[in-house]
């Protein structure tokens, strides 16, 4: 078995976890969460909508998919999103489909979503679910970094800063919390929750069946 404990030797198979890595804009999740999908095999990105317009940087259907209110309130009140919110003012949601078919195929999914969204994947799929809250080291570090970012207008910062208060409020409802001082530091330790979370579940739901072949080869064997 990998010393990741993903799923590539046949025998073991489990059912994909769904990552949520929630932190109020600036913290550096955005940086953490993509180093992960560059680095890890088995894992996939859940591509949120959003009525938010598009930065600069962004691509539409890598970072986003930019749609109009009225398109997301045809998916969401067709069921077609597995949760959504409103953020600064903007919507967003995780369409529902892909992280089905992900989960299914046994892969992990990862989710750049809010506290508002991360109770909602709860609700729906508790034991799937593997929570990670990222604070920023100061307040005056997360003003920094926004600044740095020179995406948003000075308004809209000011307006980031507010929120960053409300989201932060949350971290108790997560299941590990980082403070994000040192990037490399905190792409390893993200790395490691994935790490042991996923062996947690190869042990729990799908290790007995592993133990039968091996028990069976072992009877076979001394036959
Ligand atoms: P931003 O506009 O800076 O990209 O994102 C603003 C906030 O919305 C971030 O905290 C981000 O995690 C959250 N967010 C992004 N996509 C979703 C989503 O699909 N659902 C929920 N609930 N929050 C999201």
């Known amino acids: 078995m990998p010393a990741d404990g ?6 073991i198979a489990r059912r994909g976890i769904m990552l949520v890595v929630s932190s109020p804009s600036g913290a550096g999740k955005t940086t953490l969460t993509r180093t992960l999908i560059d680095e890890e095999e088995h894992i996939t990105l859940s591509v949120s909508v959003t009525t938010r ?17 009225r398109q997301f309130e045809i998916m969401r009140d067709s069921g077609d999103l597995l949760e959504h919110a409103e953020v600064h003012g903007n919507c967003y949601g995780t369409p529902r489909e892909p992280v ?3 989960l299914a195929a046994g892969r992990d999914v990862l989710f750049d979503i809010d506290w508002q969204g991360t ?20 307040a005056a570090e997360l003003k920094a970094r926004l600044e740095r970012r020179a995406e948003d207008s000075e308004d809209i910062i000011v307006k980031r800063l507010r929120n960053a208060a409300e989201e932060i409020a949350h971290w108790p409802e997560y299941d590990y919390v980082l403070v994000n001082r040192d990037l490399d530091k905190s792409f390893k330790r ?34």
């Open 190 to 223: 993200l790395q490691s929750i994935l790490t042991a979370e996923r062996l947690k579940r190869v042990h729990r739901a799908d290790m007995e069946s592993f133990v039968d072949g091996l028990l069976d080869g072992l009877r076979e064997i001394t036959a």
């Open 100 to 102: 089905e078919q992900a």
């Open 119 to 138: 109770r909602q994947l709860y609700e729906a799929m508790r034991d799937d679910v593997v929570s990670v809250f990222v604070l920023p080291p100061s």
């Open 6 to 11: 993903a799923s590539t030797q046949g025998a």
């Open 53 to 69: 317009p598009r930065r600069p940087s962004e691509i539409d259907g890598v970072h986003y998919r930019f749609i109009t209110k």
